[in-house]
């Protein structure tokens, strides 16, 4: 099968496309035949080796597994004896290992039918940042109908998702972009948008219940000066100028500070998880979440979406189709 695969940690010039042989599965896992793959910041991430903190996990030297990409859609191919829930012909969405490839594994508690209503192309879009912005809503941010919310970046992959389930949980939402996405995030639902190129949100005098923030450009106290007494702060983005923690420094310290503050501090890692995912396809199934594709690359062009996406400027999603 043709397969994305590095044999070193690198910039996006690592990755190459070659022929390699099909993945076997394991009794719980499933083989799905790629229809198409999402691109994310993590993807990027795991190419470059980092944060230097997680080689043990992705690899030390070099990456464990060298095909890369997760988020997928596809047909299941194969199952394994332990399987019960998925069959072969099932469309699928979820994570999976290795999805910038045409074949990858995944096991089905991380994995759910497609939603009816979306193209594999865009099905591919929806999990891992629309789980980051289902969760930090809901599970972490409690967002309840009438409350006034905050999407700091909430043209990215994930803040587009998390505009429009927070306007399904009937919270009154503003989202912050550039001048060339505001049209783009009040299209998806936002009451109100503030454009970051010149205005500073926390600097407004206006109180949020929660933020969420996919960008890490303000510092914690200038975010919690946003917030209402005892709102909510998601704080999910960080970028890699530290090579060690990456945003896990950013997390720490909301650890550490949140027992000593009236606001709610609620850092996160997503969990990919079926539970998270059916949810997230009834919202779509119900037209209340659609997902923002902004560009589609063939899998012999896996290393320019890559690239393009660590760049850190999409306007939704970036998508691999095979
Ligand atoms: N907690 C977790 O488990 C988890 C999981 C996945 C990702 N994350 C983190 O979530 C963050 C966001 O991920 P993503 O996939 O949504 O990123 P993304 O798709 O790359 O989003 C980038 C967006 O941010 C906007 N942006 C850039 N600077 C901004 C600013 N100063 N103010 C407001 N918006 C700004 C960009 O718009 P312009 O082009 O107009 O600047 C772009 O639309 C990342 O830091 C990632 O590491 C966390």
């Given at each position: ?24 599965i394991d009794d719980d896992e499933v083989l799905i ?39 997928v859609?596809?047909?299941v191919?194969a199952v394994g004896a332990g399987v019960t829930r998925l069959h072969p012909?099932d469309e699928v969405f979820g994570e999976s290992v ?6 990858a594994t995944g096991t089905e508690g991380k994995l759910a039918p497609k ?157 990919s998880k079926f539970e998270?995912l059916v ?44």
């Open positions: 099968m043709k397969a994305i695969v590095q044999d070193e940690y690198g910039s996006a010039d690592a990755l190459d496309l070659r022929d390699i042989e099909k993945p076997e035949r790629v229809h198409a793959a999402g691109v994310n910041i993590a993807d990027w991430a795991i190419m470059n080796g980092l944060p230097y903190v997680a080689r043990p996990v992705y690899g030390l030297r070099k990456p464990k597994n060298p095909v890369r990409g997760s988020d859609s596809g047909t191919e012909g290795g999805s910038f490839a045409e074949y939603p009816a209503n979306l193209t594999f192309e865009q099905a591919a879009a929806v999990p891992m940042a629309g789980l980051v912005a289902l969760q930090a809503l809901s599970d972490h941010g409690d967002v309840r109908a009438g409350q006034k919310i905050l999407i700091n970046g909430a043209s990215g992959g994930i803040g587009t998702f998390a505009v429009q389930i927070a306007k399904s949980l009937g919270a009154e939402v503003t989202g912050v972009c550039s001048t060339r996405n505001m049209d783009m995030v009040r299209s998806l639902g936002a009451d109100h948008v503030i454009d970051y190129s010149h205005e500073n949100f926390t600097q407004m005098n206006q109180r949020y219940d929660f933020i969420l923030d996919n960008v890490a450009n303000h510092s914690m106290s200038e975010l919690r000066g946003a917030l209402t007494p005892e709102g909510t702060l998601v704080p999910n983005g960080g970028g890699f100028d530290n090579h060690w923690f990456a945003s896990g420094g950013r997390m720490i310290n909301a650890y550490a500070l949140k027992r000593f503050v009236s606001h709610k501090l609620r850092p996160f890692l997503v969990s998270d949810p997230l396809k009834e919202l779509i199934e119900a037209g209340k979440v659609v997902p923002v594709i902004d560009r589609t690359y063939p899998l012999s062009e896996a290393s320019q979406a890559i690239r393009y996406v660590g760049e850190g400027h999409t306007r939704g999603k970036v998508v691999i189709t095979l």
